[in-house]
């Protein structure tokens, strides 16, 4: 069954830098829309960043110009990579897959979800 797994989360300092990592199983990157998503405490789940099939990404406002979303392809990963990271960064940040088309920020039109990784910015 298609399996996401997210790693590269952890405590880092404001202004500090993450990479997150997810390796997908039984379902392939390269067609497919994937995206990142994150929760905070108390807050809803928002979409942070997302590439298409064809390499065209999308990205929430707030992290524009900071988080860099990849994939490679030929190991079925997908990166996000965050830069300038920021105390209200901190949040579950979760890989999800096989978003319907457009592929966008919202959640629900995505079929395949990870556990989840932790990003603590204090």
């Known amino acids: 069954h298609v399996q996401l797994v997210e790693s590269g989360g952890g405590s880092v300092p404001p202004g500090g830098s993450l990479t997150l990592s997810c390796v997908g199983s039984f379902l392939t990157f390269n067609n497919n829309c994937v995206g990142w998503f994150r929760q905070a405490p108390g807050k809803e789940r928002e979409g942070v960043a997302a590439?298409?099939?064809?390499?065209?990404?999308n990205y929430a406002d707030s992290v524009k110009g900071r988080f860099t979303i990849s994939k490679d392809n030929a190991k079925n990963t997908l990166y996000l990579q965050m830069n300038s990271l920021k105390p209200e960064n901190t949040a579950m940040y979760y890989c999800a897959a096989r978003g319907m088309w457009p592929c966008s920020l919202v959640g629900h039109r995505y079929g395949y979800w990870g556990q989840g990784t932790q990003v603590t910015v204090s």
């Open positions: 590439i298409d099939s064809d390499g065209s990404t």
